[in-house]
Structure formats: C-alpha cells, structure tokens
C-alpha cells in the first residue's frame, strides 16, 4: 500500500511539474506576441487579427472537441489579440 501512495505522489508531482512547464510555454508565447504586436505599424495589426481570426472562423473542429472547449480557445486568442497583456 506505501508502494501504490508513494508511486501515485511520484506521477502527481510529474504532473505538476509538466503543468508548471505548458503555463510557461503560454505565458513566454502570449509576450512574443504581445511584443511583436506592439512593433507592428496599426494597418498591419489588423491585417494579422483579421486573418487569424477569420482562420479560426474557418476551422471546423473535430466532432469530438467539445464546444466548450473551442469557445474557450476563441475567448483567449481575441483577448491575446484584441487585449494584450501590458
């Protein structure tokens, strides 16, 4: 039983390590972003918001991800877009 508790604390703690690792990957791309943004002349922004969102528009997800989920996606890359990180 001590084996079984000390193996599922090992995979809890890879686990939250591989967390720790995706939120920093997002948070390093959403300041690439950000700051390729803000150097970007205003006609140009738009063009790129407009293309990137009208690609999502486009895309139709597998039946198997569930709309919530595609909302959710939606939602954080016009705020990254739209409303970018100060």
Do not use: C, F
Not at 14 to 41: D, F, G, N, P, Y
């Amino acid at each position: 039983m001590k084996n079984l508790i000390a193996e599922l604390l090992v995979k809890l703690a890879q686990k939250e390590e591989e967390s720790k690792e995706l939120v920093a990957q997002v948070e390093a791309l959403e300041i690439v972003v950000t700051a390729m943004l803000r150097h970007m002349e205003q006609k140009e922004q738009d063009a790129l918001i407009q293309g990137i969102e009208g690609a999502l528009q486009e895309a139709n997800p597998p039946s198997e991800v569930p709309h919530r989920d595609t909302e959710l996606l939606n939602q954080y890359v016009k705020k990254l877009l739209r409303h970018p990180r100060s």
